[in-house]
């Protein structure tokens, strides 16, 4: 992986074998960032990725391994209980043109991954919410 940092923007590039979640919580931990956006494209060979059951409370995970295009990659950084907090979500293509996506668990690069990270001025926490089963933003 390789960054700079402009005024309030961060260009990462990561490469071949790399994690994306990984590396997003190493920059934001290396550059104290408390509240981003973050937007990527890029291709993977393998990635995990989840949708939560609202009825139960769970995430169900899907594993994908093969080619894949990273066709969107969204999501924030921002703190819980003062840790590095990363919420990512990625839909990505194989070579037949289907998508897969969800919340992003994990992601291995294949090629590169280009991003783009935003810095916002601010702060917001993450808190538990019992009632829905998720980490909510707290605004401070």
Not at 42 to 56: E, I, L, M, Q, S
């Amino acid at each position: 992986m390789e960054y700079r940092r402009f005024n309030g923007t961060v260009v990462a590039r990561l490469d071949k074998g790399e994690e994306i979640v990984e590396n997003v919580k190493k920059i934001a931990e290396a550059e104290k960032i408390t509240l981003a956006s973050v937007q990527a494209l890029g291709a993977v060979d393998r990635f995990t990725v989840g949708v939560f059951r609202t009825d139960n409370k769970v995430y169900l995970s899907n594993e994908f391994e093969g080619f894949f295009e990273i066709v969107s990659l969204t999501g924030t950084i921002n703190t819980m209980n003062g840790e590095t907090y990363c919420h990512l979500h990625m839909s990505a293509g194989d070579e037949n043109g289907k998508v897969f996506g969800g919340h992003l668990n994990s992601a291995r690069i294949s090629a590169t991954c280009e991003m783009v990270i935003k810095i916002i001025d601010g702060k917001v926490e993450r808190e538990f919410s019992e009632d829905i089963g998720l980490n909510l933003y707290k605004f401070l």
